[in-house]
């Protein structure tokens, strides 16, 4: 029991380092200015984030609190994600490993009380989202591509409709990637007409397994939210630019 103790108390000290590490990548601040925010002596912060000390948990705290607002995954995307002509640029989000950790721990917070076992994605830009979901719940991953893996020779198959250009696409998934009775997490990165998000619940169906949450990262369009709270699952969106462009986190 002591040492559980420890050890939550050293999980606890390691997680504010990784946070001081992470704000300085993603804002670009040198120690002197971390050291003025947080009003902790620059010498002490760069002991701390090279692993040379650990914080006490009086100090983890007080990086906690400071570093909240900083680190709120939707603030940090909406100084990340570029748009243009309608355009969504996700470069600086999908291949900065600092904000896929903010991620991750987006999702083990909203999902971590659900019993999900799986990680459903469409390839191939949320891969990346779906890996850190995946290591956050402890699940295994699936990812439905637009054609058929040779090594396998069963397949969910689910059709829909795309626009740029107009055309019927598929969906295949292995079917031993995905069986009756899993609980499964969607996570998608930009929902526009959410006719991607509903082949995937059409596919999930069709394994007999269970919608139990679906996590967004950009929704452009919020038409999807009713046919994914009639499976009574639980949704996050991250950043919301639908019409109604709320500003607030939203969960379901």
């Not at 947080?38 to 010498?43: K, R, V």
């Not at 990340?80 to 969504?88: A, S």
């Not at 949450?213 to 630019?241: F, H, T, Y």
Request: overall charge positive.
């Amino acid at each position: 029991m002591r040492v559980g103790r420890r050890l939550a108390k050293v999980d606890e000290q390691l997680e504010a380092v990784d946070l001081i590490n992470t704000v300085r990548s993603i804002y670009g601040l040198s120690y002197r200015e971390l050291s003025q925010l947080l009003d902790i002596p620059e010498s002490l912060l760069c002991r701390y984030a090279n692993g040379d000390l650990l914080p006490s948990l009086e100090t983890v705290g007080l990086i906690k609190d400071k570093l909240k607002t900083m680190l709120d995954l939707t603030e940090v995307l909406r100084r990340n994600v570029t748009i243009k002509d309608g355009f969504i640029d996700l470069n600086n989000v999908l291949f900065n490993p600092n904000i896929l950790k903010l991620f991750q721990r987006r999702v083990k917070e909203v999902f971590s009380d659900l019993p999900i076992n799986r990680v459903l994605t469409a390839a191939t830009d949320g891969i990346p989202l779906s890996v850190m979901a995946s290591y956050a719940l402890n699940a295994k991953l699936a990812i439905a591509k637009q054609y058929k893996d040779l090594a396998s020779e069963e397949f969910y198959e689910v059709s829909y409709i795309v626009d740029s250009p107009p055309r019927r696409a598929s969906l295949y998934l292995p079917k031993h990637l995905l069986e009756r009775g899993d609980e499964v997490l969607i996570v998608d990165d930009i929902v526009r007409t959410g006719r991607t998000l509903n082949a995937l619940i059409d596919m999930i169906n069709n394994a007999g397994a269970k919608l139990a949450g679906v996590s967004v990262l950009i929704s452009m369009n919020n038409s999807w939210i009713e046919k994914v709270r009639s499976k009574g699952a639980r949704i996050d969106i991250v950043l919301d630019l639908s019409a109604k462009n709320s500003r607030e986190r939203i969960s379901y």
